[in-house]
Nanobody, 124 residues
Framework: QVQLVESGGGLVQSGGSLTLSCAASGRTDNGIAMAWFRQAPGKEREFVAAVSWNRANTYYADSWKGRFTISRDNVKKTIALQMTSLKTGDTAVYYC?????????????????WGQGTQVTVSS
């Protein structure tokens, strides 16, 4: 079992930056990939970024590659999502997720563990 708790969401102005964190507990050792997804009101949950269990590989959705950076600390059992140049369209609930699949999948159905989500609101 893996438990995930996100933090760091909030209100930020367009063009600003925000860093989200996800604290993991339970079995987050070898083979567990971690990812961020987001879901805006009225839209489907979409893949943002993922990192392999050994941090050797990171994956990004093309839409925000270059603005978002995912990182992972296996000692602290945390992952982070650094978001820069935020736009109003980035407003969504951001979810941390864990999967035993490799490479980290982009489809949310392959993630069996989810956090409760953290709200990010970007104002114009």
């Amino acid at each position: 079992q893996v438990q995930l708790v996100e933090s760091g969401g909030g209100l930020v102005q367009s063009g600003g930056s925000l860093t989200l964190s996800c604290a993991a507990s339970g079995r987050t050792d070898n083979g567990i990939a971690m990812a961020w997804f987001r879901q805006a009101p009225g839209k489907e949950r979409e893949f943002v970024a993922a990192v392999s269990w050994n941090r050797a590989n990171t994956y990004y959705a093309d839409s925000w590659k270059g603005r978002f950076t995912i990182s992972r600390d296996n000692v602290k059992k945390t992952i982070a999502l650094q978001m820069t140049s935020l736009k109003t369209g980035d407003t969504a609930v951001y979810y941390c997720a864990a999967s035993g699949a490799h490479p980290p999948p982009r489809n949310s159905r392959w993630y069996g563990y989810w956090g409760q989500g953290t709200q990010v609101t970007v104002s114009s």
